[in-house]
């Protein structure tokens, strides 16, 4: 059974838009990590979240985890192009530092139209 | 960041034979590595552990006779698709990290079972 829930599986959004992107799990998330994809290609690492509370910002993209460690969410602000990819999320539920062993969300494709 | 590579990128190979991928990390040891199998417009989904020195650790389901893991140094593991069939066909991606951190991915290898 899936246990990373990610909403929405598929986003269009127009150039200069925010979005977000969510992921939720039942369980505890012991590290919630968002990788970006090109569909046939690598994942890219973008953040790593472990703390409850924590918020991460790079660029124009931020990620929170909440403080029940159990939902996470992605906002990019002002979206461009180079935005569009496959979001996923990636969690350790077992124990800290897996460093690897990793459950993935269903991914978000996001589109970013110009 | 870290550096995993794999390779080879993309390969295709007749029903019945077999196939090596290999994944390195290029300046860091790993002793452990992960392999995750992706079809398209799904999710990663873990096949197995690989363990520098030792036999690999496979998630239910994988068949372990089917998809040899060798982890024969701290920087290669390879992934052999024995004897072949299309239904194997997907893309491959492995995983490594250098301690306690995130987890770096390879290029991806597109397998393609004709």
């Not at chain 1, 829930?5 to 150039?15: D, G, M």
């Not at chain 1, 509370?53 to 985890?65: D, F, N, Q, R, Y």
């Not at chain 1, 996923?88 to 110009?114: H, M, R, W």
């Not at chain 2, 987890?103 to 597109?110: H, K, L, S, V």
């Amino acid at each position: 059974s899936q246990e990373l829930e990610q909403s929405p599986q598929s986003l269009i959004v127009q150039e200069g838009k925010n979005l977000t992107i969510n992921c939720t799990s039942s369980k505890t998330l012991y590290g919630l990590y968002w990788y970006k994809q090109k569909y046939g290609e690598g994942l890219i690492f973008l953040m790593m979240l472990q703390k409850g509370g924590e918020e991460k910002s790079h660029e124009k993209i931020t990620a929170k985890l909440d403080e029940k460690k159990q939902q996470s969410s992605l906002h990019i602000t002002a979206s461009q192009p180079s935005h569009a990819g496959i979001y996923l999320c990636g969690a350790d539920i077992i124990d800290y530092n897996q460093g690897g062993k990793l459950i993935f969300g269903q991914g978000t494709e996001l589109s970013v139209k110009p | 960041g870290a550096v995993v590579s794999q390779h080879p990128s993309r390969v295709i190979c007749k029903s019945g034979t077999s196939v090596k991928i290999e994944c390195r990390s290029l300046d860091f040891q790993a002793t452990t590595m992960f392999w995750y199998r992706q079809f398209p417009k799904q999710s990663l989904m873990l096949m197995a552990t690989s363990n520098e020195g030792s036999k690999a650790t496979y998630e239910q389901g994988v068949e372990k006779d089917k998809f040899l893991i060798n982890h024969a140094s701290l920087t290669l593991s390879t992934l052999t698709v024995t004897s072949a069939h299309p239904e194997d066909s997907s893309f491959y991606i492995c995983s490594a990290t250098p301690g306690n951190t995130e987890a770096f991915f390879g290029q991806g290898t597109r397998l393609t079972v004709v």
